[in-house]
């Protein structure tokens, strides 16, 4: 580890001190982060070990949530937040990639550029409960008088769309999850975007192909990875989400094909319930479920890892 | 730590200034009047209920007013958190919208090692957001209420409801059912009430800080509930009486146990409280109270301490304020809309004190009012 003198020692004693002060400084550093990981993980299983040894993995496809009677399940609460992160996604992919590709593609309109790229940096700077604030008091009023009527109106005839639209519910609460993690989805797709080569998309050009063709055949796959990687940051942070979701989602244990229907997410149950829940199969109930949602955290970046993993893999086999 | 006492201290002072306003023979502010003890000099530390604590703070300010050696800090983190931090013995008092149960007290050390007395009073409405009636026209009974709840009466023009409600034209419209999300002593005094009254709801969901709703929508606190029915064409649900005179919202003339139709006010909460007699920290429900002027959604809110205190100052300075806040403190009660105890639950609180020690000796010296 240590580098062999090359002149006299005496000069350079004070240096390999030096460079051994700042390897012990870094290594506690790094050892640091794993004693808190673990420390995190053993502090959220313990408690949540009353609950474990009396639901095992059947509290995965309970769908009970009775305090009263003191029987949990966390099958509402996993389906509210996939279904709410898959709206957000559904909603912030489309629309974030076209923004990215308009500010990392469009040079005629270098004009507007830098202030949308400011106001998307300020948008990701807005505190989640000041975002859930305005849903609260703005958007379900406009949910249920407008945009969920119109989609009753329009495309009523499936079940998404059905039953009495309150404005709270899945469609508002992944609508607010969308307009929270666009920032992320814009930002990291538009850089991997310019990251691309100036000579592929020269050539590209150079051999007759349209600007759609461009980024539909050269940009776009070889961005591929970290639009990839930007998409898992983005559900990372839906999944997690708590505050603003809380506010608009409408708090109610059912499992509902409606997106106008109530429903309820892992984070905003534990923020909820904590502070009243009394006995240890009840806040034990409540640390599982953070259990749970760290597990859902790290099956989505073990394939995020796999993914970018396989597109690297193949993009180097093709070339 | 300082500039967030003064903040919390600046704060309190607005709703003191509020109460001031209506307080007619307010004790000597430098001797502390009659029958009141002058404390030792000592720093307090409660946690525990939201539902109670603007009284609390409106009442911690005036004492520190009145005897500027006691300090006391109140931190409203919530019923279960209050009680946890009491039985960690990490602050002086705790308090709670539901007392202490036997497992708790276990983890206490004991039944016989905590003293739990009822502090204040207060009631829920029933808050609606209906086109065209007006405040207090909307008559609910418990049978409607429970119907409601349950999920068997979905629409306004439900004719159990227009059983009740003749010369109310009621609309065609579904019922929008809110309830709160967060645990809470307002839900739990709410689904106490709905148990009293309805088998069905006894049975199918029962009572608790936090239940397996049949229907409706939740909202985080109690602002936030009242919020969503604001914002809600059709929709109903439970707030405390405090929230809704403070934002006028509309609500509902409840049919008590009598038969009378009450709108909910803290005189109804103090009736409906001295028709129970013998309530103690395991016999403490006071809804669907007989008596004709009683609110029917009643309940007290509870302080807990150790009965052998450690330190001798401190307890003594404990006691003597839990003492003045159920005597001399009640007058803050009411401008922030919460109800006085009635006498008898004032003198089982003070006999309650007295049996608080350290060392052996007794800390409270006042008499009980007779």
């Not at chain 2, 019922?175 to 009254?197: A, P």
Request: aromatic share 8%.
């Amino acid at each position: 580890m240590v580098p062999t003198p090359l002149v006299a020692a005496s000069h350079q004693r004070p240096l390999v001190s030096g460079d051994r002060v700042f390897s012990v400084i870094a290594y506690g550093a790094a050892a640091l982060i794993m004693l808190i990981a673990v420390i995190f993980i053993i502090a959220l299983f313990i408690p949540a070990l009353p609950a474990i040894t009396k639901f095992g993995l059947g509290f995965f496809t309970s769908r009970t949530w009775d305090p009263v009677r003191n029987q949990f399940g966390a099958l509402t609460a996993i389906y509210g937040t996939l279904v709410t992160s898959a709206i957000a996604l559904l909603i912030a992919f489309p629309i974030g990639l076209g923004a990215a590709l308009f500010l990392a593609e469009d040079a005629r309109l270098s004009l507007v550029r830098g202030p949308l790229s400011f106001l998307i940096e300020l948008l990701a700077g807005i505190p989640s409960v000041v975002i859930g604030l305005w849903a609260f008091f703005i958007l379900t009023p406009l949910m249920r008088d407008k945009v969920d009527p119109f989609l009753q109106h329009t495309v009523g005839f499936l079940a998404l769309f059905k039953g009495t639209p309150t404005g709270y519910g899945f469609l508002t609460a992944g609508l607010v999850l969308a307009i929270m993690v666009l920032p992320i989805m814009i930002a990291l797709s538009r850089d991997v975007i310019r990251a691309v080569p100036r000579e592929l998309r020269e050539a590209s050009l150079a051999l007759g192909a349209t600007n759609a063709e461009t980024i539909w055949s050269v940009i776009l796959p070889y961005a591929r990875v970290g639009i990839t990687g930007a998409v898992l940051l983005s559900l990372g942070r839906a999944l997690g989400e708590t505050i603003a979701v809380t506010m608009v989602i409408g708090n109610t244990m059912q499992i509902s094909a409606s997106l106008f229907a109530s429903g309820y997410t892992l984070p905003s149950v534990i923020a909820n319930e904590f502070t009243e829940a009394t006995g240890n199969v009840y806040l034990g109930s409540l640390f599982y479920l953070g259990v749970v949602l760290v597990l859902i955290t790290i099956v989505v970046n073990v394939l995020a890892r796999l993914l970018i993993w396989r597109f690297s893999g193949s993009a180097r086999a093709s070339a | 730590m300082m500039s967030g006492a003064r903040f919390v201290a600046a704060a309190s002072s607005v709703l003191l200034l509020a109460a001031c306003g209506g307080n007619t023979g307010v004790t000597n502010p430098s001797t502390g009047g009659p029958g009141v003890p002058t404390p030792p000099a000592a720093s307090l530390t409660g946690a525990g209920a939201t539902f109670p604590a603007p009284f609390y703070d409106a009442a911690r300010f005036a004492y520190n007013q009145k005897f500027s050696q006691v300090t006391i800090n109140y931190q409203s983190i919530g019923s279960g958190a209050g009680i946890q931090q009491l039985i960690k013995k990490t602050v002086d008092f705790g308090a709670s919208d539901v007392p202490m149960n036997a497992s708790e007290l276990a983890s206490a050390g004991g039944s016989d090692k905590v003293v739990q007395i009822a502090s204040t009073l207060g009631t829920e409405s029933m808050a609606y957001n209906l086109a065209g009636v007006s405040n207090g026209q909307l008559r609910l009974t418990p049978k409607t209420i429970a119907g409601i709840f349950l999920g068997t009466i979905k629409n306004w023009n439900d004719p159990a409801l227009a059983a009740d409600n003749s010369g109310v034209s009621l609309p065609n419209q579904s019922i929008t059912v809110v309830h709160r999300s967060d645990g809470s002593g307002t839900t739990y005094i709410f689904t106490d009430y709905l148990s009293t009254v309805s088998a069905d709801w006894k049975t199918k969901v029962g009572k608790g800080k936090s239940v397996s709703w049949p229907v409706g929508q939740g909202a985080k606190g109690n602002e936030a509930v009242a919020t969503t029915i604001k914002q809600t064409p059709g929709a109903i649900g439970y707030v405390e009486l405090a929230y809704v005179l403070q934002t006028n919202m509309t609500q509902a003339s409840l049919q008590n146990h009598d038969g009378n139709f009450v709108i909910p006010s803290p005189e109804g909460a103090t009736a409906a409280a001295s028709q129970f007699l013998a309530v103690n920290p395991s016999q403490f429900s006071i809804v669907d109270a007989p008596g004709k002027n009683s609110a029917p959604i009643s309940g007290y809110s509870w302080l807990m301490l150790y009965t052998d205190q450690p330190d001798k100052t401190k307890g003594t300075a404990l006691v003597d304020f839990l003492d003045w806040l159920v005597t001399d403190g009640q007058q803050y009660a009411a401008n922030v809309h919460y109800a006085r105890l009635p006498s008898n639950i004032v003198r089982d609180d003070i006999n309650s004190l007295k049996t608080v020690t350290s060392g052996g000796s007794t800390l409270l010296s006042v008499p009980a009012p007779s």
